[in-house]
């Protein structure tokens, strides 16, 4: 059974931002069982990027206009004869709820932001080994309180990035839904394409082709040059066929 690999790639800043943050938010929530130094230190490396992510830009600002654009295409598509207006309808309801939410909420990641316990473990995670017991006895007794005391903390820190993490998922979706995967064929290796507008490249490959796309593109052209894993031995077909959707 052949095994099917998405590749995406951001054709701006704002959408290399977001796909940053929906991966570090995915990370958080894989590990937010904590039950020992190992798992402690993935949860919170990743809530510290995802801080430091979150200093930088307009971010707030950038998903509300991006939900009101996402509002007026779904009106758009009102015109369209046999459109199914009940779903068009509750996508809007959810878009504009996405937005009260956010706009209400506050700075995002202020809550984990001011938790001290993580402050700490932020501080030395440049430090090699710096989250020993010896450096961070807070931690270290944080550890061994009840599991259920752990599980609660960590819910609170999680449902703060609630608004967020809503909304980005539904622009997400929504912006990679917009996009149609359709077939092509790069030559000696090489394809080039417009992207007028576009935000988003998704691309599907085949395991067994043993070949990966390097990207490089902005927001109204983009090239991709297909190179072998194997890069002593590995071939580069004079033709080699892919889907490729532009969102």
Same mark, same amino acid.
């Given at each position: 059974?052949?095994?099917?690999?998405?590749?995406?790639?951001?054709?701006?800043?704002?959408?290399?931002?977001?796909?940053? !943050?929906?991966? %570090?938010?995915?990370?958080?929530?894989?590990?937010?069982?904590?039950?020992?130094?190992?798992? *402690? %230190?993935?949860?919170?490396?990743?809530?510290?990027?995802?801080?430091?992510?979150?200093?930088?830009?307009?971010?707030? /600002?950038?998903?509300?206009?991006?939900?009101?654009?996402?509002?007026?295409? %779904?009106?758009?598509?009102?015109?369209?004869?046999?459109?199914?207006?009940?779903?068009?309808?509750?996508?809007?309801?959810?878009?504009?709820?996405?937005?009260?939410?956010?706009?209400?909420?506050?700075?995002?990641?202020?809550?984990?932001?001011?938790?001290?316990?993580?402050?700490?473990?932020?501080?030395?995670?440049?430090?090699?080994?710096?989250?020993?017991?010896?450096?961070?006895?807070?931690?270290?007794?944080?550890?061994?309180?009840?599991?259920?005391?752990?599980?609660?903390?960590?819910?609170?820190?999680?449902?703060?990035?609630?608004?967020?993490?809503?909304?980005? /998922?539904?622009?997400?979706?929504?912006?990679?839904?917009?996009?149609?995967?359709?077939?092509?064929?790069?030559?000696?290796?090489?394809?080039?394409?417009?992207?007028?507008? *576009?935000?988003?490249?998704?691309?599907?490959?085949?395991?067994?082709?043993?070949? #990966?796309?390097? !990207?490089?593109?902005?927001?109204?052209? #983009? *090239?991709?040059?297909?190179?072998?894993?194997?890069?002593?031995?590995?071939?580069?077909?004079?033709?080699?066929?892919?889907?490729?959707?532009?969102?």
């Amino acid at each position: 059974m052949s095994t099917t690999i998405l590749f995406e790639h951001p054709l701006n800043e704002k959408m290399r931002t977001w796909l940053r !943050i929906e991966f %570090l938010l995915k990370q958080l929530i894989a590990s937010q069982k904590i039950v020992d130094h190992l798992s *402690a %230190l993935t949860f919170f490396r990743n809530a510290a990027e995802l801080l430091d992510v979150f200093e930088r830009g307009e971010l707030r /600002t950038e998903i509300l206009k991006e939900l009101e654009r996402q509002q007026q295409k %779904l009106l758009g598509w009102a015109e369209v004869p046999g459109v199914d207006m009940a779903r068009i309808n509750a996508l809007r309801s959810d878009l504009k709820k996405c937005s009260t939410v956010l706009m209400a909420a506050p700075r995002m990641g202020q809550q984990m932001r001011e938790e001290r316990l993580i402050g700490l473990v932020r501080q030395r995670l440049s430090i090699p080994g710096g989250c020993c017991s010896f450096d961070l006895p807070t931690l270290h007794i944080w550890l061994h309180i009840e599991q259920h005391l752990r599980d609660q903390q960590v819910t609170i820190w999680l449902d703060s990035l609630s608004p967020i993490h809503s909304a980005l /998922t539904m622009v997400l979706d929504l912006i990679r839904q917009s996009g149609i995967f359709r077939n092509h064929t790069s030559l000696n290796g090489f394809f080039q394409d417009n992207a007028e507008g *576009a935000d988003l490249l998704r691309m599907q490959l085949k395991l067994e082709d043993a070949l #990966y796309p390097q !990207i490089s593109g902005h927001k109204s052209r #983009y *090239a991709i040059r297909f190179l072998p894993l194997d890069s002593e031995r590995g071939e580069i077909p004079a033709r080699f066929d892919f889907e490729l959707a532009c969102c």
